[in-house]
């Protein structure tokens, strides 16, 4: 950031959150302030989120609504989308102008007071969401998050070749498993047949005529 100080009367609230904590708390912000009045919903198990109302009062608003299709996506995915925005960049443009800059180390940035409301978010990030419902649902680790992207690739797997369920699969193993059984005993029982009579003609054959030789 910049060498001046700076306070928070200076800046808008998508402002102050890019300048502590970049393009990805911008994105945060937003999200909260949408659901906040009822404009998008974010579904606790699913973390997943949908457009209620289209309706924006900012730019970063309009990006967020925009980004977010009919059927919805997951937070995670809405959250970098968002951040990749163009219009985060603007927010970032505006904030260079007045040379201030966010910065990566805790130390440097602004000391702002968070005060309360969605200010309090864009200062503290997750931990400052007041609403402790909402609040646990950003706090989930994104791996868990992009968990909920996978089942749609095995359901559409699943329907175009289905699998055989689990009962089915257990019965022709054992189904297997006993004509396998069946398919050993037979060739032991063979085996025992044709080694005994092998054995029996070989046997007889050389001791029947080795007398008869040794009479003439």
């Keep these: 950031m910049g ?3 700076v306070s928070a009367g200076e800046l808008e609230l998508y402002e102050t959150a890019y300048l502590c904590g970049g ?13 906040q009045d009822g404009r998008i919903g974010i579904a606790p198990a699913r973390r997943r989120v949908t457009v209620v109302r289209p309706e924006s009062r900012h730019p970063v608003e309009a990006a967020a609504l925009e980004v ?22 603007l927010v970032a443009a505006s ?4 040379g201030l800059r966010p910065s990566r180390r805790p130390r440097q940035r602004p000391a702002l007071d968070p005060g309360e409301g969605l200010r309090r978010a864009a200062v503290l990030g997750a931990p400052g969401i007041e609403d402790a419902r909402l609040r646990r649902i950003f ?8 968990e909920w992207a996978r089942p749609k690739i095995v359901l559409r797997s699943t329907t175009a070749n289905p699998a055989p369920d ?6 022709a193993a ?16 063979d085996h025992g047949a044709d080694h005994g009579a092998d054995h029996g003609g070989g046997c007889g054959g050389d001791s029947g005529g080795d007398p008869g ?4």
């Design 68 to 89: 977010i299709p009919p059927a919805g996506l997951p937070l995670w995915r809405a959250l970098t989308r968002i951040a990749a925005h163009p219009a985060v960049a």
């Design 213 to 216: 030789g040794g009479s003439a």
């Design 23 to 35: 393009a990805e708390r911008v994105a945060l912000v937003v999200l909260v302030a949408l659901r």
């Design 174 to 189: 054992k189904q297997l498993e006993r004509h396998l059984t069946r398919q050993t005993e037979a060739s032991g029982h």
């Design 3 to 5: 060498r001046r100080g």
């Design 139 to 146: 706090e989930t680790p994104d791996p868990q998050l992009a």
């Design 166 to 171: 689990g009962r089915r699969m257990k019965r």
């Design 95 to 98: 904030l260079r102008d007045r």
